[in-house]
């Protein structure tokens, strides 16, 4: 689901929760999106066998009449005024009573009980762990929503406190494991080959040792555990927010269960079908177009950052050309020679790309000055500052993994993405692709191309969906989008807005990973608007947002 509106989760690409100084020698989830995301939630393949549109949910329903139980919530109370509780679901739902799983839930109850109209069911994007940030996300949704709804958030089965994906006993054993592969991505004939020998190992690893559960971690069965935690709460209509990657989930809940949508706004939104069918049989990521996204708006950062002073942007040469070959040169510095920022070892050419936090419009100020430490360092004199270089992740908006007793690794990402998307099955096409993204997206684009490179080995799910998109809702869908969104792209947002049955389409006209995470006061009365009475903005509405970057400081 950044620092300065945290999400009621985080999410990889796809969060609203700025990301944080990384602290030396902990490792950056490899499969980043975001999101950029995919996430959210920023995805996809080599040559794959894929369902043919509806398949997965027919063989799912219509392969049994008998509806699986509703779960029974035994509420308890947890984390001072919130309530915890664990539901029971089908691991396969085409075996609707047989074995089953855990889905951890949490929830606020409404603070205007008088006025009370049901639950909403958030996401945060991610794909990614969502009670650890719960109860500090609460608190920055909006007012009226907390007073009208009571606010529910579960982790996803395969995540957190859910039955969980599990490769390794620790995180820090898991990050020994992957200590082989480079971080980020991989440069050069060495780096690639380490790269894919350790990912092999990793893949191997977990198909041993998670068994069945593999086989059923994908959005649509996600989809299926939300209406059972909606029956279970007792709302006849699903009311939803998702970010990113939760605005997958929210398509494809529409689609398998249309009658049963009330109010949904979905934000930051991800292509439905370029990343559930792939294009061009490339890895997922670049079949959403994140790579082009990031490349789109970082040409945008070096020019603003260019047109303004240092005061405002550190890294500023002076003109958005000169600030440009200042970036080139850095590169070029950094990939001969990796450079110490603050406690951030090694950060070489792979962190000079993936460190500039281009989700968060109020955090492009702190991605500038970390280029700068990086120049300076790269010069051979000292950094005049201690901060680290922060994660960049696209799951979700560029924030980091929750701090959390809670295991976390990166094959919960990977178990979701690499079900729900095509990727190659041959890692020998990641470097094709990787090239490709280069000559259309430049250094940005091998994030993307190399994110999902451990789904070539990744068991493959039984139950993705593909579509259709376009089943008619009960009520009509809100999406919004800024239309220079470097992890879901405004193209990929306009795409959704045509494949639902009944979807209308805010835009805010700036940058950023999800209007949530990158404030328009304008967009979040049109949003708080339409959660609590199903009113939608006038057709073709566009929002300005509240900030603008590299913005010069007022003086005292």
């Given at each position: 689901m950044q620092r300065d509106r945290a999400s009621t989760a985080d999410h990889s690409d796809h969060r609203p929760r700025s990301a944080r100084p990384r602290a030396a020698g902990t490792r950056s989830p490899r499969p980043t999106t975001a999101i950029w995301a995919l996430g959210l939630l920023a995805v996809v393949s080599l040559s794959?066998?894929?369902?043919?549109?509806?398949?997965?949910?027919?063989?799912?329903?219509?392969?049994?009449?008998?509806?699986?139980?509703?779960?029974?919530l035994d509420w308890k109370t947890c984390d001072g005024d919130f309530q915890c509780a664990t539901a029971r679901v089908p691991l396969d739902y085409r075996d609707p009573r047989g074995e089953t799983i855990n889905v951890a839930v949490e929830r606020h109850r409404a603070t205007d009980t008088a006025h009370r109209i049901g639950s909403l069911f958030v996401n945060g994007g991610g794909p990614s762990v969502q009670l650890a940030g719960f109860t500090a996300g609460y608190e920055q949704l909006p007012a009226a929503w907390r007073a009208r709804y009571d606010i529910v958030g579960f982790d996803l089965r395969g995540f957190g406190s859910s039955t969980a994906v599990r490769c390794f006993p620790t995180t820090e054993a898991e990050d020994e494991f992957l200590s082989g592969a480079p971080i980020g991505f991989p440069v050069g004939a060495k780096e690639t080959s380490a790269w894919i020998r350790t990912w092999t190992g990793f893949d191997a690893r977990c198909a041993k040792l998670n068994g069945s559960l593999l086989h059923h971690i994908g959005t649509a069965d996600v989809a299926r555990?939300?209406?059972?935690?909606?029956?279970?709460?007792?709302?006849?209509?699903?009311?939803?927010?998702g970010l990113s990657y939760g605005t997958i989930l929210g398509a494809t809940y529409a689609n398998l269960f249309p009658a049963e949508v009330g109010h949904m706004a979905l934000d930051g939104v991800l292509d439905p079908v370029a990343y559930t069918n792939g294009?061009?049989?490339?890895?997922?990521?670049?079949?959403?177009?994140?790579?082009?996204?990031?490349?789109?708006?970082?040409?945008?950062?070096?020019?603003?950052?260019?047109?303004?002073?240092?005061?405002a942007c550190a890294f500023s040469a002076g003109t958005p050309a000169a600030t440009h070959a200042?970036?080139?040169?850095?590169?070029?510095r950094l990939r001969r020679h990796p450079v110490t920022v603050g406690d951030t070892q090694n950060c070489g050419y792979a962190c000079g790309v993936l460190s500039i936090p281009l989700g968060s419009v109020s955090q492009w100020a702190l991605g500038a000055d970390l280029l700068q430490q990086m120049w300076v360092a790269s010069s051979g004199a000292?950094?005049?500052?201690?901060?680290?270089?922060?994660?960049?992740?696209?799951?979700?908006?560029?924030?980091?993994?929750?701090?959390?007793?809670?295991?976390?690794?990166?094959?919960?990402?990977?178990?979701?993405?690499?079900?729900?998307?095509?990727?190659?099955?041959?890692?020998?096409?990641?470097?094709?692709?990787?090239?490709?993204?280069?000559?259309?997206?430049?250094?940005?684009?091998?994030?993307?191309?190399?994110?999902?490179?451990?789904?070539?080995?990744?068991?493959?799910?039984?139950?993705?969906?593909?579509?259709?998109?376009?089943?008619?809702?009960?009520?009509?869908?809100?999406?919004?989008?800024?239309?220079?969104?470097?992890?879901?792209?405004?193209?990929?947002?306009?795409?959704?807005s045509h494949d639902l049955a009944r979807a209308r389409l805010l835009t805010v006209d700036g940058y950023g990973h999800t209007v949530f995470s990158n404030p328009s006061a304008c967009a979040m009365e049109y949003e708080t608007r339409y959660l609590l009475t199903g009113a939608l903005p006038p057709a073709g509405t566009v929002c300005e947002p509240d900030a603008t970057p590299f913005a010069e400081a007022s003086a005292p």
């Open positions: 794959v066998a894929t369902s043919q549109p509806g398949d997965a949910a027919t063989r799912a329903t219509a392969s049994t009449s008998v509806a699986p139980p509703t779960p029974e555990d939300m209406d059972l935690l909606r029956q279970a709460v007792g709302d006849p209509k699903l009311n939803y927010m294009k061009d049989r490339l890895p997922t990521f670049l079949s959403t177009g994140n790579d082009q996204a990031s490349a789109a708006v970082f040409k945008d950062f070096l020019d603003l950052c260019g047109k303004a002073s240092t005061t200042k970036y080139d040169t850095l590169l070029r000292p950094a005049a500052s201690s901060a680290s270089v922060p994660k960049r992740q696209a799951r979700e908006s560029g924030a980091d993994a929750p701090s959390t007793a809670v295991y976390t690794g990166q094959e919960q990402f990977l178990a979701m993405v690499c079900s729900d998307s095509p990727n190659p099955r041959d890692p020998s096409a990641y470097m094709s692709a990787a090239r490709l993204a280069y000559a259309r997206s430049g250094p940005m684009g091998l994030g993307p191309a190399w994110s999902t490179e451990p789904c070539a080995g990744w068991p493959q799910g039984e139950d993705r969906y593909t579509g259709p998109w376009n089943k008619r809702t009960a009520n009509p869908v809100l999406l919004l989008n800024n239309s220079k969104d470097p992890a879901t792209s405004y193209k990929g947002a306009v795409a959704m």
